[in-house]
Every structure is written in C-alpha cells, then in structure tokens.
C-alpha cells in the first residue's frame, strides 16, 4: 500500500485535496450529506429497519467461503457496508476509501474510535434524538483518495464493493479499470449504482446496462451475477415520503 501523504484528525490522505476541491465537493456539508448518510446508514431504529439492506443481500451470496486477507470499499461514506465485512471477516485488513474527509471523520469516529452519535431528525419530524453507540473494530480503517487512483498496490485485494458510488465518478471506465488493478486474479468486485449520471456524456457512454456489462468484459472482468431492478427506497421523513432508486448491481470477478 502507498503511504499516506498527509493526515487530518486520524484520517490518513492518500490525495492532497485542495482548498477549492473541499469548497465545491458537496459530499463535506455536514447537514446536507453527512448527517442525512448517518441517518440512512446508522440509525436503523428510525425506519423499522435499514433501509439498504437490499444492497447486503444482493452481496452476501458473492462474499468469499472462508477468510480472506483485504477488502476495500470505495465510496465507503459513513462507512456500513465495509463495517459489517470487518465483522464477518475479522481476520481480514478491511479500507473504507472515499473522497470526502467529513464522511470518514464520521465513519472512523463511529465505527474505530467507539464514539458515540446522536441524530437530530426534528426538522423532518421524528421529535426524539436518537443515540447510537459506536463501534471498536479493529481491522477497519478509513482514508482519503480517488476512485481514479487508489492507494492500493496491483493485485493486492481480494473482494471490493461499492454503493451509490459509479454514476458519481467523473471517469466511470476509469474507476472500474482501476479497481481492477487493485483486485487480485479471482478476486470480486461487487457494485450496486442507480445509474443516476448527472453528466449527458455519461448517459451516452453507459446506458442502457448493457453498454455497462460490454464494458466489464472489455477491462477483464467475467460478471457472474447482473440484476438490473434492485429497488431501494431512501427514507427521507417521519410521514414516509422516499426516494426511490432502480438499480443494477453485479458481482464480477476478475479473470486473470
Ligand atoms: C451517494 S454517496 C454513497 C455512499 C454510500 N456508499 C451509500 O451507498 O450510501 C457517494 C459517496 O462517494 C464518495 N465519492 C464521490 N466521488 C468519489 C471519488 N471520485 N472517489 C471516492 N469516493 C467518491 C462521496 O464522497 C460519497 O461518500
């Protein structure tokens, strides 16, 4: 793995964020983003039960049969997904990568540092504030870097996942070329996205799916798994107003 280049708090910087890039990333408001992801992500209790856990059975059938040595999220945001595979893998060296240092300050105090959280949700109704307790795992760790350049050496990985992460990217066929770098021979990638681009260039490029599935064949990956309805409904208040995502999800596996 590369060594850091700097370090803010206990987050190791694998990217030297400039000061513009942290002004226009909307992934550091706190309000905005990081309190609504620890709300989706963290506070189970609000909703009768977590609202992505979609996104886990999907995967959980792809995860490997014994214990292996590293797993990385990217995109990991306050990181859940990539905490729960610490649990089941506590023998592997497990990274939450993402480009937003407050997303990871969040993530590390949550789930490393046995920080306790509170969620305020009055403003969309709930009127008691939620406590939650943190976490000490100590196979988990969380830093700063790209999807486009991760700090992590050629064949290095044995499962990557990530959520809500790809239509993000400003070079998809990047991103996924790079995880493939990263993923060692029969290593596994799993991904869910909604395919929500925000760029027309990237519509065209990747939609429909199938442009997507080509595309895995191109970089190196054989898919072993494609799904193209996982419906996920982001609740967003007390009176159960959601958001609904389509999305496709795969499990892929590197093949050589
Ligand atoms: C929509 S959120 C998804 C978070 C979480 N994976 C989920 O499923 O809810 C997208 C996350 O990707 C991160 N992100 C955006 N662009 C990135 C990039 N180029 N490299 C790494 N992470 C990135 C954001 O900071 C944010 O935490």
């Given at each position: 793995m590369k060594a850091a280049l700097s370090q803010r708090g206990r987050i190791p910087f694998f990217y030297k964020k400039s000061d513009k890039e942290f002004q226009l990333d909307p992934y550091e408001r706190y309000e905005s983003m990081v309190s609504r992801q620890s709300a989706l992500h963290l506070a189970d209790g609000l909703w009768d039960s977590y609202p992505m856990q979609a996104v886990l059975d999907f995967a959980a059938p792809f995860y490997p049969s014994s214990q292996v040595a590293h797993i990385l999220e990217i995109g990991c945001g306050v990181g859940r997904w990539i905490a729960t595979l610490a649990q089941t893998f506590p023998?592997?060296?497990?990274?939450?990568?993402d480009y937003s240092y407050q997303m990871l300050k969040r993530a590390r105090e949550f789930w490393v540092d046995q920080t306790d959280i509170h969620i305020d949700l009055s403003s969309k109704g709930f009127s008691n504030i939620l406590n939650?307790?943190?976490?000490?795992?100590?196979?988990?760790?969380?830093?700063?870097?790209?999807?486009?350049?991760?700090?992590f050496n050629y064949e290095s990985q044995d499962l990557i996942i990530n959520s809500f992460l790809l239509d993000?990217?400003?070079d998809p066929a990047r991103g996924l070329a790079e995880m493939y770098r990263v993923l060692r021979p029969k290593g596994k990638l799993i991904l869910i996205t909604p395919?929500?681009?925000?760029?027309?260039?990237?519509?065209?490029?990747?939609?429909?799916?199938?442009?997507?599935?080509?595309?895995l064949?191109?970089?190196?990956?054989?898919?072993?798994?494609?799904?193209?309805?996982?419906?996920?409904?982001?609740?967003?208040?007390?009176?159960?107003?959601?958001?609904?995502?389509?999305?496709?999800?795969?499990?892929?596996q590197r093949k050589d």
């Open positions: 023998k592997a060296d497990c990274w939450g990568i939650i307790k943190g976490h000490r795992l100590k196979n988990l760790n969380f830093g700063l870097a790209k999807a486009s350049a991760l700090p993000r990217l400003d395919l929500n681009f925000s760029k027309a260039a990237h519509w065209k490029a990747y939609y429909p799916p199938i442009k997507l599935f080509q595309l064949g191109q970089i190196g990956f054989e898919v072993l798994d494609w799904q193209e309805e996982i419906l996920i409904n982001e609740p967003l208040d007390f009176h159960g107003n959601s958001v609904r995502w389509k999305c496709i999800g795969f499990a892929a």
